[in-house]
């Protein structure tokens, strides 16, 4: 079929008698914008690099790292705390003191 035959077909009517439609739940996309200041621009160009590296689009990675900080966020283990430097010092003082087991 040539283009001059696809165009006239295009243009005749289509019968659409007895047709059904069928709907489908479309899933949900949400987009996010990330604007880069000049001042980011070191980022920018790791996150470029770190995506072509790993065969993905920088959305992709930026998923992926939204992703793995969401699980890391859920886990016990994982809190963020707050320490005085001379307390985490004492701490470190009394880990290097247990005997190894």
Partial sequence: MNRDDALR?????????????EREARPVR???????RKQDEALALWLEEEADRRDLTPSDLLRELADEARIRAAQD??????????????????IAERPAA
């Fill in 77 to 94: 283990e994982d809190k963020v705390i707050t320490v005085r430097v001379g307390e985490l010092h004492r701490m470190i003082d009394r």
């Fill in 30 to 36: 949400m987009t996010y914008s990330v604007r880069m």
């Fill in 9 to 21: 077909l295009s243009q005749e009517p289509i019968d659409l008698t007895g047709a059904t439609v």
